[in-house]
């Protein structure tokens, strides 16, 4: 398997301080009543238990890899699920930091190449193939890069709303958005929820903030907006500028684009710019109504999609 750094997976994570959050802050979720598997081997990540969720399907032989960003975790995916169910197997992991998955408390535990690797690491472990990966936010900005490491693995591409940085910042959006995460580092998951999707109802949006009781459990949602790489010698860069040459040149798959129009921070421009890197993929379904997280519009975005792949 091409693309795992020395670093990445000589890192030791037995014996270091981390979290997991009780069960109970899990219990009676609005629409979340799938059964939480756990693999806990991945190698290099020995001490380190990944969650995830997974719904199969008996009549179709496609893996949807559903990758969540941030502040979320595989709860994203409630509405996505059921229809992509239909034609094949759904498998959700919570990243690391995130959901139900184990939390170093120390911010340095958290790179780029620690979540890439263990993505990685899961996709092998799992013996997933026929992949379409589904992504969005930091989902994307991990799942793009995957591709060209899983060349014999991966078939298509699910994008919404995100990213590819190379060094520079996606936007004046993001820019914002990370000074807002530095001036409120823990701020209010359930509110930020409700305001970009207002149909929500209390109990979904406080279902976000589950996995995060106080601020010890919310190292890596503290971490992700400093890790994108907007400069040139950020961790990442080199890993991403390669997976834009993949995509552009040598991506011979199957993609599909969902862009929520109503999104600040990784919305339309930014995904305009993305969609033509990616060769081959067609014009984007636009969602009038949907901001960041696109995936609360999920059902018609997953039924678009099946659709337009015919299956």
């Not at 109504?289 to 099946?306: N, T």
């Amino acid at each position: 398997m091409v693309g795992l750094t020395a670093a990445a997976e000589s890192r030791s994570y037995t014996g270091m301080e981390k979290l997991r959050t009780p069960d109970r802050r899990f219990a009676d979720l609005p629409g979340w009543d799938h059964e939480t598997r756990y693999v806990e081997d991945l190698p290099g990540y020995e001490g380190l238990r990944v969650a995830y969720v997974d719904s199969s399907s008996s009549t179709g032989g496609t893996v949807f890899l559903c990758l969540h960003g941030q502040p979320t975790w595989g709860y994203l995916y409630r509405r996505m699920i059921p229809v992509l169910a239909e034609a094949g197997r759904v498998v959700v992991p919570d990243l690391i930091g995130f959901g139900r998955s184990d939390k170093p408390v120390d911010e340095g535990n958290y790179t780029f190449e620690m979540h890439r690797t263990m993505l990685l690491k899961f996709v092998e472990r799992l013996d997933l193939r026929n992949i379409t990966l589904v992504m969005q936010d930091w989902g994307g900005i991990l799942g793009l890069t995957l591709p060209m490491a899983l060349e014999d693995r991966v078939r298509r591409l699910l994008i919404m709303n995100t990213a590819l940085p190379v060094g520079g910042a996606p936007g004046e959006g993001f820019i914002q958005w990370r000074d807002y995460c530095r001036s409120k580092p823990d701020f209010d998951i359930a509110k930020l929820m409700i305001r970009g999707c207002p149909h929500l109802t209390e109990p979904e949006a406080a279902a976000y903030a589950a996995p995060f009781p106080d601020e010890r459990h919310r190292a890596g949602v503290r971490r992700f907006p400093e890790m994108v790489m907007i400069a040139p010698g950020m961790e990442g860069v080199d890993t991403a500028r390669r997976a834009r040459r993949f995509l552009a040149e040598d991506w011979n798959g199957a993609s599909f684009m969902a862009v929520g129009r109503r999104d600040p921070v990784l919305g339309e421009s930014v995904m305009e710019e993305l969609r033509r890197t990616i060769r081959g993929c067609p014009e984007p379904m636009m969602l009038p109504d949907a901001g960041h997280f696109v995936q609360e519009w999920g059902e018609d975005v997953a039924r678009s999609v099946l659709e337009w792949w015919g299956e």
